[in-house]
Each structure stands twice: as structure tokens, then as C-alpha cells.
């Protein structure tokens, strides 16, 4: 600084540089100020379109991302994308750069805004009018993308797969369809129906077709999207097996049990030949295997054959992640537990069961089904082993978390209900037979004294 002063452009390129350094120990608040502090001085000095200046534009950008402030960084991105493009051109590695910063920070922003799952409190024009502020931003990213690289361009077609994606999850699945739709139409254009990216698009629109119920149009598309006549891609893509899975359910909502069952053991066996070396050449988790698992499962305990149905459960559990327990372990678990009761261990039933009731209640709620039914498996394996006043007592108190939460209209408040009574006649009746059992001793010990009183009186 004494060398160059306080305005030099290597001075504050140095001051850039330390920022550099601070973001890569992600001390972002200190990353902050030196990128601040840099741009002034840059924009004062070389003006706001000088390739330095728009680097450390793009490089505060993403210290804001970092510090989830989302709206100060998409200012910034879109200064520094602006410039760019004026400087360098639309296809320069630098203005690639923020336009993918860009569209990571414009995707977190309509996440952030539209978490439908977490804000339940959200009904009807709430939830329209987030959805529509989320898409907004989406919009935003593609006012700048079609000036850039026309109007069908790959890009859109990733920026439209975001808009999707949070139409789907807010459950507006009529315009997820035209959205999926629109983009499949520009990656069919630009890519071919050949490409992996296309025949993920193909799936995700298949997945949202089952959701409206219209299962022949999903199955049309998830079979050009699997089969088709396309020349096979990598067979062990994930999108590969993605496919399988996807058309197996279908099959499966459908009632088709035969081709959901040969669907799922072809997913099965795709990852077998995908895996055949070493043990430890297996992944520890996967999810489409034990979902796999998991489906053959319930196929096979709807046909009674609880064994099967067994041994496919445990294999769903081994393959999921054992180190915690998620939505979808609680479930395998609380699936597996029940086959387990059906099949005459009451024991081992009641065991896995209070492993995880506890942690069911916790994540799932006490007033959701699954939690509802994990209770209703473990009364039954109490009731099995003549301990029906404990099984009574378990529901009794599920009974009142259920209708306190959501009344006694409710259907599941009423199948508790129902349960307890259930128990409460099965102890009626215990106690009748155990005064008739007591009952008849006594009639039996009285005919033994007067039996004795008769041979006193012969003798």
C-alpha cells in the first residue's frame, strides 16, 4: 500500500484476493466486508465493467449465498451477469459462472419462500400467492437466460425443471405437467430423445401424470422413457433404475400385482449386476433397493404369504441407512413389526415396535396414521400374549392424543376407538370365564365333599 497507495489497482486486488482466502476458511462475515470494501474501490477506480470488478461482483454474490442472503446476492449476480455478458459474451466462462450462481440462488430464494411441507398453516390463496412469489423469481432467471442464449436453450430447459419441481412439491400438479411439458418439448428439440436428461424429464412428467390419476398416459410416457425403441443408456445410471421403479409402482397403484412384483425384482436385479464384485463394492444406503424391497413386502403380505413378506422386509431394512431413523426406516420398521405379529412373534413384534414408537411420535406427530398404526400393531402383539389390559391402556391413550388433535369425527380417532372397546370386551369376557372356571372348581370340590360325606355315612 505505501509502494502502489490505497488505490492502486494491485492494492485493492490484493484486498480482493484476501477476501478470497477468508471465503475459502467460509469466515464468510469477514469475506464479507474485504469483497465490500474491494468492490467500492473497484467500482470507483476501474468502473463496474472491468473483468476484476465483475469477479469480485460474482465472488460477494456467493459469500451472500453462503449466508443465506438470498435477495442481496441476486442483486449482486445480476450486476455482475449484466456486465459480463456486455464484456465478455454470453458463452465466456465467466458469465457462464454467474448464471449458475444465479440460478442456485434463484431456486433457493422460491424454496425458501414456498416451503409448503413446513408452513401447514398456508391454505388455499396462501399457498397460491407463494407460489406464484417463488415463480417469480424463476421468471426472473429466464429474463436474463433468453437474452443470453435465445429462447430454447438448455438453460430454460434447467430453469423450467426448478419451476416444476416447486409447482410439485406445492401440489399445483396441472401446471407442473404443462411446465415438465414445455421443457421436455426444448430437450426433445435441442437433445434428442436419447439423452439421459430427456428420459429424466420423460419420468419426472410420468410421476406427476400418476399423481392425476391419469396412469395410461403415465405409463405411455414411462415406457418411451425406459424402453421405447431408445438405444439403452449407462445401465447403471440411476435414472435407469429410477425409471424402473417409477413404472413398477404405477403397476402397483394400478393393481397389476403380477407386473409390479416382476417390475420391482427387475429393479432388484439390475442392481445385483451393477454390484457384483466385493462386498464392500455395495453402497451402505440405497433407497430404490430398499424401496424395492420394501414394495415386494407388502405384495406378498397382501397374498399371505407372510414369509416372503418377512424376509423382503428385513432385506428393506439391511439396505437402508440403519444410523438414522428417517421417515422411510420408521416405516420399514413399523411394517416389518406388524408382518413379524401376523406371523406369530409376539415377542420380537413388541421389542421392534417400542424401539421406535417413541421416534415415530416424534417425527410423524401422535395424531398422524402411521404412528396411529404402529400403536394398533403393538396392542395386538400385547393382546396375543393375554395382555389385553395393557393393550387397552396403549390405545386408550392414543385414542385421546388422536381426538384431541382431530376429534372424534375423525377416522382414525374412530378405528382407535373401535380398538378399545375391542379390548374392552376381550377383558369382559376374560373375566367371565375366569368366574365360570372358578365356579366350576368350586362345583367340583363341593361334589368332592359330599362325595366323602356319602362314604362317612356307609361306613
Avoid at 406427530?365 to 389390559?389: F, H, P
Amino acid at each position: 500500500m505505501k509502494l502502489y497507495g490505497p488505490k492502486h489497482p494491485d492494492t485493492i486486488d490484493c484486498r480482493h484476493e484476501q477476501g478470497l482466502i477468508v471465503l475459502m476458511e467460509r469466515r464468510f462475515d469477514n469475506a464479507e466486508v474485504l469483497f465490500k470494501e474491494a468492490l467500492n474501490k473497484m467500482q470507483a477506480t476501474l468502473g463496474p465493467c472491468y473483468l476484476t470488478t465483475i469477479a469480485c461482483t460474482r465472488n460477494l454474490a456467493e459469500t451472500l449465498f453462503h449466508q443465506r442472503k438470498f435477495d442481496q446476492a441476486i442483486s449482486k449476480c445480476q450486476d455482475a451477469l449484466q456486465c459480463s455478458n456486455e464484456l465478455c459474451g454470453s458463452d465466456h466462462l465467466s458469465t457462464l459462472k454467474i448464471l449458475n450462481l444465479y440460478c442456485c440462488l434463484t431456486e433457493c430464494l422460491a424454496g425458501q419462500v414456498i416451503r409448503i411441507r413446513d408452513t401447514d398453516a398456508l391454505e388455499g390463496d396462501g399457498k397460491q400467492t407463494q407460489l406464484l412469489t417463488a415463480t417469480a423469481f424463476y421468471e426472473g432467471a429466464l429474463s436474463h437466460i433468453e437474452p443470453l442464449f435465445g429462447k430454447s436453450s438448455l438453460q430454460e430447459v434447467q430453469v423450467l425443471s426448478h419451476v416444476a419441481k416447486q409447482m410439485n412439491k406445492a401440489g399445483y400438479f396441472n401446471d407442473t405437467e404443462k411446465t415438465y411439458k414445455r421443457a421436455l418439448d426444448i430437450e426433445l428439440l435441442l437433445a434428442g430423445d436419447q439423452a439421459i436428461e430427456t428420459r429424466r424429464l420423460m419420468h419426472d412428467l410420468g410421476f406427476v401424470l400418476m399423481k392425476l390419476g391419469r396412469l395410461e398416459e403415465a405409463d405411455a410416457i414411462l415406457q418411451r422413457a425406459d424402453k421405447g425403441g431408445i438405444p439403452p443408456i449407462e445401465q447403471d445410471h440411476r435414472d435407469v433404475f429410477e425409471i424402473s421403479l417409477t413404472r413398477a409402482k404405477l403397476y402397483y397403484e394400478r393393481g397389476h400385482t403380477t407386473a409390479a412384483e416382476d417390475g420391482f425384482l427387475d429393479v432388484l436385479e439390475k442392481k445385483r449386476q451393477q454390484f457384483t464384485g466385493d462386498e464392500s463394492d455395495k453402497p451402505r444406503f440405497d433407497s430404490q433397493t430398499s424401496y424395492a424391497y420394501w414394495a415386494l413386502g407388502n405384495i406378498y403380505e397382501e397374498q399371505k404369504w407372510l414369509e416372503d413378506a418377512e424376509i423382503h422386509f428385513q432385506r428393506a431394512v439391511q439396505n437402508d441407512d440403519t444410523a438414522s431413523l428417517n421417515k422411510h426406516s420408521l416405516i420399514l420398521r413399523r411394517d416389518l413389526a406388524r408382518v413379524i405379529c401376523l406371523r406369530g412373534d409376539y415377542t420380537e413384534s413388541e421389542t421392534i415396535l417400542r424401539s421406535i414408537l417413541p421416534k415415530i411420535d416424534e417425527v410423524f406427530g401422535k395424531t398422524d396414521m402411521i404412528s396411529a398404526t404402529a400403536t394398533s400393531v403393538l396392542a395386538l402383539a400385547l393382546s396375543r400374549q393375554r395382555r389385553n389390559e395393557e393393550a387397552l391402556q396403549l390405545c386408550e391413550r392414543k385414542y385421546e392424543a388422536l381426538r384431541d388433535g382431530l376429534g372424534d369425527d375423525d377416522e382414525t380417532t374412530k378405528e382407535i376407538w373401535n380398538s378399545c372397546e375391542a379390548y374392552r370386551e376381550l377383558i369382559r369376557r376374560n373375566k367371565v370365564a375366569a368366574n365360570a372356571t372358578l365356579e366350576l372348581e368350586a362345583g367340583i370340590v363341593g361334589n368332592a365333599n359330599l362325595n366323602l360325606g356319602s362314604a362317612e355315612d356307609v361306613d
